[in-house]
Protein backbone atom coordinates (compact mmCIF):
# COMPACT_ATOMS: atom_id res chain seq x y z
CA UNK A 1 0.00 0.00 0.00
CA UNK A 2 1.15 3.55 -0.81
CA UNK A 3 2.07 5.90 1.70
CA UNK A 4 1.40 9.44 2.47
CA UNK A 5 3.64 11.44 4.96
CA UNK A 6 2.04 14.28 7.03
CA UNK A 7 3.98 16.95 5.39
CA UNK A 8 2.47 15.79 1.99
CA UNK A 9 -0.93 15.78 3.57
CA UNK A 10 -0.34 19.39 4.93
CA UNK A 11 1.37 20.93 1.36
CA UNK A 12 -1.22 18.95 -0.95
CA UNK A 13 -4.06 20.49 0.86
CA UNK A 14 -3.24 24.13 1.67
CA UNK A 15 -2.39 24.32 -2.54
CA UNK A 16 -6.12 22.30 -2.43
CA UNK A 17 -7.57 24.95 -0.22
CA UNK A 18 -6.05 28.42 -1.35
CA UNK A 19 -5.25 28.22 -5.14
CA UNK A 20 -9.24 27.82 -6.44
CA UNK A 21 -10.47 30.18 -3.45
CA UNK A 22 -8.10 32.66 -4.34
CA UNK A 23 -7.87 31.97 -8.28
CA UNK A 24 -11.37 31.68 -9.42
CA UNK A 25 -14.06 32.44 -6.22
CA UNK A 26 -12.95 35.97 -4.75
CA UNK A 27 -15.08 37.37 -7.35
CA UNK A 28 -18.11 35.75 -6.08
CA UNK A 29 -16.91 36.63 -2.41
CA UNK A 30 -16.74 39.82 -2.77
CA UNK A 31 -19.90 40.00 -4.63
CA UNK A 32 -21.83 38.65 -1.18
CA UNK A 33 -19.59 39.53 1.22
CA UNK A 34 -18.40 43.20 0.03
CA UNK A 35 -15.43 44.49 2.33
CA UNK A 36 -16.58 42.04 4.93
CA UNK A 37 -15.06 39.47 2.57
CA UNK A 38 -12.33 38.81 5.42
CA UNK A 39 -14.43 38.07 7.89
CA UNK A 40 -17.07 35.25 5.43
CA UNK A 41 -13.31 33.70 5.07
CA UNK A 42 -12.26 33.26 8.54
CA UNK A 43 -16.13 32.37 9.86
CA UNK A 44 -16.17 29.45 6.76
CA UNK A 45 -12.97 28.37 7.05
CA UNK A 46 -13.63 27.80 10.89
CA UNK A 47 -17.13 25.77 10.18
CA UNK A 48 -15.53 24.03 7.35
CA UNK A 49 -12.59 22.85 9.70
CA UNK A 50 -14.99 21.51 12.07
CA UNK A 51 -16.83 19.45 9.31
CA UNK A 52 -13.41 18.05 8.57
CA UNK A 53 -12.65 17.36 12.60
CA UNK A 54 -16.11 15.39 12.41
CA UNK A 55 -14.96 13.26 9.44
CA UNK A 56 -11.54 12.88 11.13
CA UNK A 57 -13.30 11.30 13.86
CA UNK A 58 -15.24 9.06 12.24
CA UNK A 59 -11.92 7.89 9.84
CA UNK A 60 -9.56 7.83 13.46
CA UNK A 61 -12.19 4.92 14.95
CA UNK A 62 -11.35 2.98 12.28
CA UNK A 63 -7.92 3.95 10.92
CA UNK A 64 -7.41 0.76 8.92
CA UNK A 65 -10.07 0.48 6.75
CA UNK A 66 -11.38 2.74 3.80
CA UNK A 67 -15.10 4.01 4.22
CA UNK A 68 -15.85 2.70 1.42
CA UNK A 69 -15.42 -0.46 2.87
CA UNK A 70 -17.04 -0.83 6.61
CA UNK A 71 -20.04 2.01 5.67
CA UNK A 72 -22.32 -0.97 4.94
CA UNK A 73 -21.31 -2.23 8.15
CA UNK A 74 -22.62 1.41 10.07
CA UNK A 75 -25.83 2.34 7.78
CA UNK A 76 -26.43 -0.91 5.50
CA UNK A 77 -28.54 -0.29 2.49
CA UNK A 78 -28.06 3.52 3.06
CA UNK A 79 -24.30 3.15 2.09
CA UNK A 80 -25.05 2.45 -1.42
CA UNK A 81 -27.09 5.22 -2.39
CA UNK A 82 -25.06 7.68 -0.12
CA UNK A 83 -21.99 6.30 -1.45
CA UNK A 84 -23.22 7.35 -5.35
CA UNK A 85 -24.37 10.79 -4.15
CA UNK A 86 -20.26 11.21 -3.09
CA UNK A 87 -19.40 9.63 -6.11
CA UNK A 88 -21.46 12.20 -8.69
CA UNK A 89 -20.23 14.64 -6.21
CA UNK A 90 -16.32 13.78 -6.74
CA UNK A 91 -17.25 13.30 -10.54
CA UNK A 92 -18.89 16.88 -10.77
CA UNK A 93 -16.43 18.83 -8.75
CA UNK A 94 -13.16 17.28 -10.37
CA UNK A 95 -15.37 18.37 -14.25
CA UNK A 96 -16.09 22.08 -12.70
CA UNK A 97 -12.12 22.03 -11.71
CA UNK A 98 -11.45 21.25 -15.14
CA UNK A 99 -13.64 23.74 -17.04
CA UNK A 100 -12.70 26.37 -14.76
CA UNK A 101 -9.00 25.78 -16.10
CA UNK A 102 -10.04 25.18 -19.53
CA UNK A 103 -12.42 28.50 -19.49
CA UNK A 104 -8.96 30.24 -18.04
CA UNK A 105 -6.48 29.40 -20.83
CA UNK A 106 -9.03 29.43 -23.53
CA UNK A 107 -9.78 33.15 -22.33
CA UNK A 108 -6.84 34.22 -21.12
CA UNK A 109 -3.73 32.73 -23.02
CA UNK A 110 -5.48 30.30 -25.96
CA UNK A 111 -8.38 32.56 -27.50
CA UNK A 112 -10.27 30.90 -30.26
CA UNK A 113 -8.72 27.77 -29.41
CA UNK A 114 -11.40 24.39 -29.54
CA UNK A 115 -12.58 23.78 -25.93
CA UNK A 116 -12.22 20.27 -26.78
CA UNK A 117 -8.46 20.38 -27.49
CA UNK A 118 -7.58 21.97 -24.77
CA UNK A 119 -9.59 19.83 -22.41
CA UNK A 120 -8.44 16.09 -24.31
CA UNK A 121 -5.06 17.72 -23.36
CA UNK A 122 -5.39 17.91 -19.80
CA UNK A 123 -7.98 14.66 -19.44
CA UNK A 124 -4.60 13.02 -21.05
CA UNK A 125 -2.66 14.23 -17.98
CA UNK A 126 -4.97 13.28 -15.17
CA UNK A 127 -5.88 9.79 -16.53
CA UNK A 128 -2.54 9.35 -16.39
CA UNK A 129 -1.47 11.15 -13.03
CA UNK A 130 -4.70 9.15 -11.36
CA UNK A 131 -3.49 5.73 -12.80
CA UNK A 132 -0.06 6.37 -10.78
CA UNK A 133 -1.62 6.34 -7.53
CA UNK A 134 -2.33 8.48 -4.71
CA UNK A 135 1.01 8.61 -3.25
CA UNK A 136 2.03 10.13 -7.06
CA UNK A 137 -0.54 12.78 -6.32
CA UNK A 138 0.58 13.75 -3.36
CA UNK A 139 3.83 14.05 -4.05
CA UNK A 140 3.40 16.21 -6.43
CA UNK A 141 2.01 18.90 -4.35
CA UNK A 142 5.69 18.57 -2.87
CA UNK A 143 7.44 19.71 -5.62
CA UNK A 144 5.57 23.34 -6.29
CA UNK A 145 4.77 24.15 -2.15
CA UNK A 146 7.32 26.59 -2.11
CA UNK A 147 7.45 28.25 -5.48
CA UNK A 148 3.61 28.61 -5.23
CA UNK A 149 3.40 29.92 -1.96
CA UNK A 150 6.45 32.72 -3.02
CA UNK A 151 4.62 33.51 -6.43
CA UNK A 152 1.45 33.74 -4.44
CA UNK A 153 2.86 35.81 -1.23
CA UNK A 154 5.20 38.45 -3.43
CA UNK A 155 2.33 40.34 -5.47
CA UNK A 156 0.95 42.23 -2.55
CA UNK A 157 4.49 43.44 -2.09
CA UNK A 158 4.26 45.45 -5.76
CA UNK A 159 0.74 46.81 -5.46
CA UNK A 160 1.11 48.58 -2.19
CA UNK A 161 1.17 51.96 -4.25
CA UNK A 162 -2.21 51.25 -5.68
CA UNK A 163 -3.51 50.74 -2.79
CA UNK A 164 -6.59 53.71 -1.45
CA UNK A 165 -5.89 53.51 2.57
CA UNK A 166 -8.69 55.61 3.31
CA UNK A 167 -10.85 52.75 2.21
CA UNK A 168 -9.41 50.55 4.83
CA UNK A 169 -11.93 51.62 7.47
CA UNK A 170 -14.80 50.20 5.60
CA UNK A 171 -13.41 46.97 6.50
CA UNK A 172 -14.41 47.02 9.55
CA UNK A 173 -17.45 49.39 9.98
CA UNK A 174 -19.14 48.09 6.79
CA UNK A 175 -20.88 45.01 8.67
CA UNK A 176 -23.74 43.03 6.36
CA UNK A 177 -25.04 40.19 8.23
CA UNK A 178 -26.62 38.56 5.81
CA UNK A 179 -23.49 39.11 3.14
CA UNK A 180 -21.27 37.75 5.75
CA UNK A 181 -23.62 34.64 5.92
CA UNK A 182 -23.15 34.09 2.04
CA UNK A 183 -19.59 34.49 1.75
CA UNK A 184 -19.30 31.87 4.83
CA UNK A 185 -21.54 29.54 3.03
CA UNK A 186 -19.50 29.78 -0.36
CA UNK A 187 -16.04 28.81 1.98
CA UNK A 188 -17.33 26.65 4.12
CA UNK A 189 -18.43 24.41 1.05
CA UNK A 190 -14.51 24.58 -0.34
CA UNK A 191 -13.03 24.55 2.65
CA UNK A 192 -14.58 21.23 3.88
CA UNK A 193 -13.68 19.53 1.28
CA UNK A 194 -11.22 18.00 3.36
CA UNK A 195 -13.87 16.22 5.11
CA UNK A 196 -13.45 13.42 2.33
CA UNK A 197 -10.09 12.10 3.84
CA UNK A 198 -11.94 8.80 5.60
CA UNK A 199 -11.79 7.49 2.11
CA UNK A 200 -7.42 8.50 1.95
CA UNK A 201 -7.04 7.41 5.40
CA UNK A 202 -5.32 4.23 6.22
CA UNK A 203 -2.58 5.73 2.96
CA UNK A 204 -1.73 8.10 5.39
CA UNK A 205 1.36 7.22 8.47
CA UNK A 206 1.09 8.59 11.48
CA UNK A 207 -2.87 9.05 11.22
CA UNK A 208 -3.49 10.88 14.70
CA UNK A 209 -1.21 13.90 13.57
CA UNK A 210 -3.71 14.34 10.48
CA UNK A 211 -6.00 17.23 12.01
CA UNK A 212 -2.81 18.58 13.19
CA UNK A 213 -1.57 18.85 9.80
CA UNK A 214 -5.56 20.03 8.40
CA UNK A 215 -5.40 22.50 10.80
CA UNK A 216 -2.64 24.25 9.66
CA UNK A 217 -3.30 23.94 6.14
CA UNK A 218 -6.53 25.46 6.72
CA UNK A 219 -4.34 28.23 8.64
CA UNK A 220 -2.31 29.00 6.04
CA UNK A 221 -4.75 28.82 3.21
CA UNK A 222 -6.71 31.99 5.32
CA UNK A 223 -3.51 33.72 5.38
CA UNK A 224 -2.27 33.36 1.76
CA UNK A 225 -6.06 34.00 0.85
CA UNK A 226 -6.56 37.33 2.97
CA UNK A 227 -2.92 38.29 1.97
CA UNK A 228 -3.84 38.96 -1.60
CA UNK A 229 -8.38 39.29 -0.72
CA UNK A 230 -7.26 42.49 0.99
CA UNK A 231 -5.29 44.24 -1.49
CA UNK A 232 -7.69 43.52 -4.01
CA UNK A 233 -10.68 45.08 -2.03
CA UNK A 234 -8.53 47.90 -1.52
CA UNK A 235 -7.39 48.23 -5.24
CA UNK A 236 -10.32 47.76 -6.73
CA UNK A 237 -13.39 48.21 -4.67
CA UNK A 238 -15.52 45.16 -3.91
CA UNK A 239 -17.93 46.47 -6.81
CA UNK A 240 -15.35 46.26 -9.85
CA UNK A 241 -13.51 43.29 -7.89
CA UNK A 242 -17.01 41.18 -8.18
CA UNK A 243 -17.20 41.87 -11.48
CA UNK A 244 -13.67 41.25 -12.65
CA UNK A 245 -13.19 37.30 -14.03
CA UNK A 246 -10.07 36.85 -12.26
CA UNK A 247 -9.40 39.72 -9.70
CA UNK A 248 -6.01 38.23 -8.39
CA UNK A 249 -4.80 38.02 -12.43
CA UNK A 250 -5.80 41.77 -12.77
CA UNK A 251 -4.27 42.86 -9.03
CA UNK A 252 -0.82 41.35 -10.97
CA UNK A 253 -1.35 43.05 -14.02
CA UNK A 254 -1.97 46.34 -11.84
CA UNK A 255 2.02 46.25 -10.56
CA UNK A 256 3.86 49.33 -11.44
CA UNK A 257 5.21 49.91 -15.46
CA UNK A 258 8.55 48.77 -15.04
CA UNK A 259 8.71 46.32 -12.39
CA UNK A 260 10.57 43.25 -12.93
CA UNK A 261 7.30 41.55 -11.68
CA UNK A 262 5.09 43.57 -14.27
CA UNK A 263 4.39 39.85 -16.36
CA UNK A 264 4.14 37.70 -13.31
CA UNK A 265 0.76 36.48 -14.84
CA UNK A 266 2.79 33.38 -16.16
CA UNK A 267 4.02 32.54 -13.28
CA UNK A 268 0.48 32.44 -11.49
CA UNK A 269 -0.56 30.09 -14.43
CA UNK A 270 2.10 27.78 -14.05
CA UNK A 271 0.81 27.70 -9.83
CA UNK A 272 -2.64 27.37 -11.02
CA UNK A 273 -2.14 24.88 -13.22
CA UNK A 274 -0.18 22.37 -11.61
CA UNK A 275 -2.28 22.83 -8.30
CA UNK A 276 -5.40 22.64 -10.27
CA UNK A 277 -4.28 19.13 -12.35
CA UNK A 278 -3.36 17.89 -8.46
CA UNK A 279 -7.15 19.00 -7.63
CA UNK A 280 -8.73 17.54 -10.11
CA UNK A 281 -6.91 14.51 -9.96
CA UNK A 282 -7.30 13.89 -6.44
CA UNK A 283 -10.99 14.27 -6.96
CA UNK A 284 -11.26 11.49 -9.95
CA UNK A 285 -8.86 9.43 -7.65
CA UNK A 286 -11.43 9.66 -4.97
CA UNK A 287 -14.12 8.89 -7.31
CA UNK A 288 -12.86 6.28 -8.41
CA UNK A 289 -11.59 4.63 -5.16
CA UNK A 290 -15.06 5.01 -3.46
CA UNK A 291 -16.35 2.55 -6.88
CA UNK A 292 -13.84 -0.13 -6.43
CA UNK A 293 -14.32 0.30 -2.25
CA UNK A 294 -17.97 0.25 -2.44
CA UNK A 295 -17.47 -2.90 -4.55
CA UNK A 296 -15.14 -4.49 -3.38
CA UNK A 297 -12.53 -4.21 -6.12
CA UNK A 298 -8.93 -4.35 -5.54
CA UNK A 299 -7.47 -2.02 -8.41
CA UNK A 300 -8.19 1.27 -9.39
CA UNK A 301 -6.09 1.53 -12.53
CA UNK A 302 -9.00 -0.22 -15.26
CA UNK A 303 -11.45 2.78 -13.96
CA UNK A 304 -8.52 5.49 -14.45
CA UNK A 305 -9.11 6.10 -18.19
CA UNK A 306 -13.17 5.88 -18.36
CA UNK A 307 -13.78 7.77 -15.26
CA UNK A 308 -11.29 10.50 -16.66
CA UNK A 309 -12.89 10.94 -20.03
CA UNK A 310 -16.59 11.11 -18.10
CA UNK A 311 -15.35 14.14 -16.45
CA UNK A 312 -13.89 15.64 -19.54
CA UNK A 313 -17.16 15.13 -21.42
CA UNK A 314 -18.66 16.67 -18.32
CA UNK A 315 -16.64 19.76 -17.85
CA UNK A 316 -17.32 20.10 -21.56
CA UNK A 317 -20.89 20.03 -22.03
CA UNK A 318 -21.93 20.59 -18.30
CA UNK A 319 -22.14 24.62 -18.87
CA UNK A 320 -21.64 26.76 -22.34
CA UNK A 321 -20.17 29.66 -20.75
CA UNK A 322 -18.37 31.22 -17.84
CA UNK A 323 -21.33 32.94 -16.84
CA UNK A 324 -23.15 30.27 -16.94
CA UNK A 325 -20.61 28.09 -14.97
CA UNK A 326 -20.60 30.61 -12.28
CA UNK A 327 -24.57 30.79 -12.03
CA UNK A 328 -24.45 26.70 -12.00
CA UNK A 329 -21.98 27.48 -8.34
CA UNK A 330 -24.82 29.58 -7.30
CA UNK A 331 -27.74 27.87 -7.93
CA UNK A 332 -26.80 24.35 -6.08
CA UNK A 333 -23.54 23.32 -6.30
CA UNK A 334 -22.32 24.70 -3.57
CA UNK A 335 -25.66 23.42 -1.91
CA UNK A 336 -24.73 19.92 -3.11
CA UNK A 337 -21.08 20.07 -2.32
CA UNK A 338 -21.91 21.12 1.55
CA UNK A 339 -24.08 18.19 1.25
CA UNK A 340 -21.77 15.39 0.07
CA UNK A 341 -19.75 16.85 2.59
CA UNK A 342 -21.77 15.99 5.43
CA UNK A 343 -22.36 12.52 4.67
CA UNK A 344 -19.18 11.17 7.05
CA UNK A 345 -21.03 13.14 9.22
CA UNK A 346 -24.19 10.97 9.05
CA UNK A 347 -21.82 7.91 9.38
CA UNK A 348 -20.04 9.10 12.60
CA UNK A 349 -23.49 9.77 14.38
CA UNK A 350 -25.10 6.43 13.55
CA UNK A 351 -22.08 4.75 14.30
CA UNK A 352 -21.56 6.89 17.68
CA UNK A 353 -25.28 6.01 18.35
CA UNK A 354 -24.86 1.80 17.88
CA UNK A 355 -22.14 1.57 19.79
CA UNK A 356 -23.42 3.29 22.77
CA UNK A 357 -26.36 1.05 22.24
CA UNK A 358 -23.71 -1.91 22.63
CA UNK A 359 -22.28 -0.64 25.27
CA UNK A 360 -25.38 -0.15 27.11
CA UNK A 361 -26.07 -4.36 26.39
CA UNK A 362 -23.09 -5.27 27.33
CA UNK A 363 -23.08 -3.85 30.83
CA UNK A 364 -27.06 -4.97 31.29
Same mark, same amino acid.
Given at each position: MER? @? %? @?QIYMLFSLFLFTTTLGFFTNTLTRNAHFMSWLSLIIGAAVGLMITYLSYRLAIRRPT %? #? /?GNYGKDILGWLHYPLMGTMIICFIVSASTVTRQLQDYIVVVYLPGTPEWAVSALFGICLAYSVRSGVGTIFRCSQGIFFLSIIGVLIVPFFVHHEIMSPMAIALVNHLDWK????? =?? /??? =?? #? =?EMAYIPFLFPFFTSSNKTMKSLGLATATSVFIVLSNLIPIILVFGPHLASNLPYPQLELIRNIQAGSALESLDPLLFSVWLASLFIKASLFIYLAIISLTQTLSLKDHKPFSFSMTAMVVGCAIYMVRSKTELDELFGN?? #?AFLLISELIPVVYLIVDWIRS @?? /?? %??KTS
Open positions: V @S %Q @S %Q #F /LGVWNG =AY /LIT =AL #F =AGE #F @SK /LK %QE
